[in-house]
């Protein structure tokens, strides 16, 4: 089965990190074949390139720019007229707006994956309406609630993101290797956010709650995501006055864009990410699962699906005081942490090992192409 997945390509977050997990977990699944049709150059292109696969570009694309729309969908149709894929998918409203047309033109099957959660409403999605998918899968029952406000006759299904466990090597070396490289000692205890820099990650919630721990010695905050927009760089400029107005400056490192994360987490003891808008899945949560780390976050949103009991604290959404009593609990309590950190590995393991969800997507598709090949 020779798929086309579509997308816009110049950031990178979680969609991106699904698309390289797809390229990378390649062998998994041996019936799929994954091809990429981006508009942009950039990080998403290059990781994907650097792991064999077949990135095509289409070119740039505003949409207050119409030519450039007209140009990439003539590059989708010789593409698709080139390859012979037997179906495409698109990755969020943008490119299911701009390409499902020449998808449908062309008589492939079309397959909406849908990442965030819709309301039906915004522009971009009521184009992206007029063309609805034969199928939308989607990242989380959350998500899944919603697709009926942008497709209420199409069929949907959830399917967790596949997310690989990491080979760090030597967790030891790397945790102190980290640690010197970041001036943190090897006793301090590290709470870690991984994330894009966008408010509703909850970055200022976290600080916030850090502010009201500054009595507690041992512990330091590091937070990885580098700014990709514009808005971001302002947000940043916020959060680092925020530190100095708290008087934690010193215990809040800003790490930037980081290509390191396994080794990052495996270096830290707990990770924190108080939404305060909800997420629709959260690769960052599985990752740090992964990584052996007791997850806080909000009780909103996709974060519900994934943290329970066993691994993790979810406290209410913008609740400060809340969130500083659990982190205290947690910094304060090692044999606490190791006991959430023991039940991280198997709750991501159950929900998203790649070998079970790439094989669940292969399933899902496969009915899609024989449903297709009948008519």
């Not at 609805?132 to 899968?137: A, E, F, M």
């Not at 934690?248 to 924190?272: K, W």
């Not at 990752?287 to 976050?297: F, I, K, R």
């Not at 790649?354 to 090949?373: F, G, H, M, T």
């Amino acid at each position: 089965m020779k798929i086309l997945h579509v997308y816009a390509g110049n950031l990178f977050g979680g969609i991106e990190t699904l698309l390289v997990t797809l390229a990378k977990e390649q062998s998994l699944c041996s019936q799929m074949q994954h091809h990429f049709a981006l508009c942009f150059e950039g990080r998403l292109a290059k990781e994907l390139r650097n792991l064999g696969a077949k990135v095509h570009l289409l070119g740039k694309v505003r949409i207050s720019r119409p030519w450039t729309v007209w140009k990439a969908r003539q590059q989708l149709q010789q593409l698709l007229k080139q390859e012979g894929f037997d179906l495409v998918i698109c990755h969020s409203c943008w490119p299911q707006a701009i390409f499902g047309s020449v998808v449908r033109a062309n008589n492939l099957p079309l397959v909406f994956w849908c990442h965030d959660v819709p309301n039906g409403e915004h522009p971009l999605e009521r184009w992206a309406k007029l063309v609805p998918p034969d199928l939308v899968i989607a990242n989380s029952r959350y998500t899944q609630t919603a697709i009926p406000k942008l497709y209420p006759q199409t069929r949907s299904d959830t399917l967790y993101l596949p997310v690989t466990s990491p080979n760090i090597g030597n967790h030891t070396s790397v945790r102190h290797e980290i640690r010197a490289e970041l001036n943190t000692s090897d006793d301090a205890v590290v709470i870690i956010q991984v994330s894009r820099l966008e408010r509703l990650k909850g970055q200022n919630v976290l600080i916030s709650a850090l502010g009201e721990l500054r009595d507690i010695p041992g512990w330091i905050c590091w937070i990885a995501g580098g700014v990709q927009r514009s808005h971001e760089t302002k947000y940043l400029e916020e959060l680092e006055a925020q530190v100095q107005e708290l008087g934690i400056a010193e215990r809040v490192l800003f790490l930037g864009q980081r290509s390191d994360i396994p080794s990052l987490l495996a270096a830290a003891d707990i990770h924190c990410q108080p939404n305060t808008k909800p997420e629709t899945f959260g690769i960052a949560f599985i990752e740090a699962l992964y990584a052996g780390l007791p997850v806080v976050t909000t009780a909103i949103g996709g974060g519900m699906e994934i943290i329970d009991h066993s691994c993790g604290h979810l406290v209410a959404a913008n609740d400060i005081d809340a969130l500083s009593k659990t982190l205290r609990i947690l910094i304060s309590n090692p044999g606490k942490r190791a006991s959430l950190a023991s039940g991280g590995k198997q709750r991501a393991e159950y929900l998203c090992n790649p070998q079970q969800q790439i094989n669940r997507l292969y399933s899902l598709l496969s009915q899609l192409v024989e449903k297709a090949s009948v008519a």
